[in-house]
């Protein structure tokens, strides 16, 4: 087990421990977008931690990261 297992988020709604869900998804304009979120197994509740929006431009990769604050 590492140190990370014990950051995990408990749902405010029924205490149950979230899991942490990573989605991405290739968007029309060619850029990539990259969510992270935590998420209840039991109620569905999410919560958003960070959000990575990768764009390729004249071959230089410029990643902005949006992290949010808990
Ligand atoms: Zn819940």
Redesign the pocket.
């Known amino acids: 087990m590492s140190s990370e297992d014990n950051k995990g988020f408990i749902?405010?709604?029924?205490?149950?421990p979230?899991y942490l869900i990573e989605e991405t998804e290739k968007m029309s304009n060619g850029k990539h977008r990259a969510i992270f979120y935590y998420k209840?197994?039991?109620?569905?509740?999410r919560i958003e931690v960070e959000q990575v929006i990768v764009t390729v431009e004249n071959d230089q990769i410029i990643v902005n990261r949006r992290v949010r604050l808990l």
């Open positions: 749902c405010k709604k029924d205490g149950k979230m209840c197994p039991v109620c569905g509740y």
